[in-house]
Structure formats: C-alpha cells, structure tokens
Nanobody, 129 residues
C-alpha cells in the first residue's frame, strides 16, 4: 500500500520561508513514478484546497492563485517519488495542515484537482504574525 509521508512543517514568522517534503513508499509498481503528486492544505474551519501539483517529469506544474508567486513545487529527478514545496513570504493565512497526495497521471492544467488516490497524514504549518 502506498504511503506518503510529509515533513518540514513547523512554526515560522510572517515573511519567512519553509520547505516541505513528501516521500512515497510501499508502492509495488514502477508506474507510481508516473503519478501526479501535489500539495493540498486545510485551514481550521475551511475546506481542503489545492496548493500545487506537479507531473511525473516535473516539467508541468499548477499553482493555486493564492500561492502562485510565493511557492515552488519540485520533484526529485532520480526516484520521482519525492516532491518538495518551497514557500516564501509566508502569511498568517498560510497556516494550515499541508497534505501530500498522488494520483494516476492526468492533464494537470485542465484538471489539477480530483481523483487523488493516495494521501499523507499531513504536516502542520503555522505562520505567526
């Protein structure tokens, strides 16, 4: 069974930066490296929302408008089963639990959300003002 594990969350002051990591394990098929992988977040009292998603080769990405100029999603080029999210100029409204997710490959730009089959447990990011 696929297991996604996030790391890198924590407490940071507004204006600071954070780098989240997600590593996949437990997959039995080599096709997993072809999966789209992405980051979602859920703030208290709010619905879960997409932050960013990346395709298997790392050459197609999609960002939520709220983080577009402040975030960079990347993927390791060797295993292709690890992704990272660099967040800069953090704001208190970025406070949320950040989840890593994976799905079979789709057209990221036309369908960035939906049909994610695998989810991590999440990592808390808290931005203080």
């Amino acid at each position: 069974q696929v297991h996604l594990e996030e790391s890198g969350g924590g407490l940071v002051q507004a204006g600071g930066s954070l780098r989240l990591s997600c590593a996949a394990s437990g997959y039995t098929s080599s096709t997993f490296k072809l999966y789209d992988m992405g980051w979602f977040r859920q703030a208290p009292g709010k619905d879960r929302e997409l932050v960013a998603v990346i395709n298997w080769r790392g050459d197609v990405t999609y960002y939520a408008e709220s983080v577009r100029v402040r975030a960079t999603i990347s993927r390791d080029n060797v295993t292709r089963t690890k992704i990272f999210l660099q967040m800069n100029s953090l704001r208190p409204e970025d406070t949320a639990i950040y989840y890593c997710a994976a799905r079979r490959p789709k057209d990221i730009r036309s369908s960035p959300t939906g049909q994610y089959d695998h989810w991590g447990q999440g990592t808390q990011v808290t931005v203080s003002s």
